[in-house]
């Protein structure tokens, strides 16, 4: 755990369609329920700027671009979240919750991309400036199952959301490789990450996160 902020420094991983989103919205929910401060961000995203950045990174009809200009642009979105949003919320001591971290490049670009993970390594060292998450809650799922939930959530998305599917379209093999990526980060890095079995109903899994997460509350000073 952190003992350089007063604040707890929360993520969660996994691939497209897991369920990461729905569980991180309903344990903000519940921390919310109790009385805790929590800030809820999101990647690429979060801040004004990191939304702008979104739209050229998830837009279906941007597939000619770069694998190195994508992971400029996540880290270019990063930096704004972390500068912006992230550390001043752990500095006031608030419980902060991310969609996608650092965690997620190594897996997408990284290993789906073949981008090697040191060049990752070195933009996390600038844009986060040594930023690491308390805990990464990474939701386990097949990936066969993770892009049929994926593709069935994008038909039904209206609004501004509508359209940003192009990691979504990627093939079977970069969705594979980016599992087998976050499979070695946990092997790896297995005091921070908490893995959750994400094939179950909503509640159990939801169930399954809070038993891991309400623990580390007393850590939040």
């Keep these: ?3 350089t902020r007063p604040g707890l420094f929360v993520t969660f991983e996994g691939i497209d369609g897991s369920g990461k989103t729905t569980q991180l ?4 929910q519940r921390l919310g329920e109790l009385g805790h401060e929590v800030v809820v961000s999101c990647e690429p995203g979060g801040t004004a700027i990191g939304k702008q950045i979104r739209k ?3 837009d279906a009809n941007n597939q000619e671009l770069a694998p190195t200009a994508e992971l400029l642009l996540y880290f270019a979105a990063r930096a704004q979240n972390v500068e912006e949003l992230i550390l001043p919320s752990l500095d006031a001591g608030k419980i902060v919750l991310v969609d996608r971290f650092t965690d997620s490049t190594l897996a997408y670009q990284a290993a789906g991309r073949g981008l090697g993970e040191e060049v990752v390594l070195q933009l996390d060292r600038i844009a986060c400036r040594g930023l690491k998450p308390d805990v990464t809650f990474l ?4 990936v066969e199952t993770s892009l049929a939930r994926a593709r069935a959530r994008n038909e039904q998305t209206v609004g501004e ?3 940003q599917t192009r990691m979504d379209e990627q ?3 970069f969705h594979r490789r980016v599992a087998a990526a976050y499979e070695r980060l946990a092997a790896r890095d297995a005091e921070r990450f908490r893995r959750i079995d994400g094939r179950t109903s909503v509640e159990e899994v939801a169930a399954q996160v809070w038993a891991a997460f309400s623990p580390l509350l007393e850590h939040v000073r």
Excluded at 25 to 28: E, K, V
Excluded at 139 to 142: A, G, N, Q, S
């Design 56 to 58: 050229i990174l998830l």
């Design 25 to 28: 919205r309903l344990l903000a």
């Design 171 to 173: 093939t079977i093999e």
């Design 139 to 142: 939701i386990d799922i097949d």
């Design 1 to 3: 755990m952190s003992t």
């Design 161 to 163: 959301e509508a359209g």
